[in-house]
């Protein structure tokens, strides 16, 4: 929802300005809890999710889409067979290697952010709006050469067109979310992020 940020790492006081319809429906959605609120009194906590990605490190569960568009999970069904190939959409954005920026989240911490998030409200914290991000961005090349050094072989790439709604880096600040929600990641790693999602998406192919 933060379109093409002035400012990377982006803060949660950043104008709002989604450039696809996936960020102007998230926008909406906090448009309608301030609007209970006022209602109501309502009080909520926003999470404003960064790249979802990985699995649960047990085994236990994982993503399970199909015809999926995210970069991840792109990534995984090339490893597993289930695809030739993938696109890379753009290589010619003003980022360091010319590919699109993003900021992975481990999904085991985005799940812990919304227990924390609960226990603040519990606790009677007031509204808030918060990133859940690391901090830290990568580029879509560097989550294929990643994915290619744990598999020891090169992916089958193609090189396409910028996709519509892109902007070049979206990056957190998850100061807020470490502060007022007393979270503290732990799968902050872009390996072991590859790593747990693969070893679900194998299974699941197998």
Request: aromatic residues 8%; glycine residues 8%.
């Amino acid at each position: 929802m933060y379109g093409i940020p002035d400012v990377v790492p982006v803060d949660e006081a950043a104008q709002t300005r989604p450039i696809n319809p996936y960020g102007a429906t998230k926008l909406m959605v906090e448009h309608i809890l301030a609007d209970a609120k006022s209602a109501s009194g309502l009080n909520y906590v926003a999470l404003r999710y960064f790249n979802v990605a990985g699995a649960d490190p047990s085994g236990r569960c994982g993503q399970v889409i199909e015809n999926a568009t995210n970069l991840t999970k792109v990534v995984y069904e090339v490893v597993t067979g289930k695809r030739s190939s993938m696109y890379i959409n753009g290589t010619d954005y003003d980022t360091p290697d010319g590919t699109c920026v993003r900021d992975y989240i481990h999904v085991s911490d985005l799940a812990s952010a919304h227990v924390n998030a609960l226990a603040y409200l519990g606790g009677g914290g007031d509204s808030q709006i918060v990133n859940v991000g690391y901090g830290k961005g990568y580029s879509v090349l560097e989550v294929i050469k990643a994915m290619e050094r744990h598999i020891h072989s090169e992916l089958h790439t193609e090189l396409g067109p910028r996709r519509p709604g892109d902007p070049p880096s979206v990056i957190a600040s998850n100061a807020k979310a470490i502060q007022l929600l007393d979270w503290s990641p732990k799968y902050n790693d872009l390996d072991l992020i590859l790593k747990s999602a693969l070893a679900w998406e194998r299974r699941q192919f197998n």
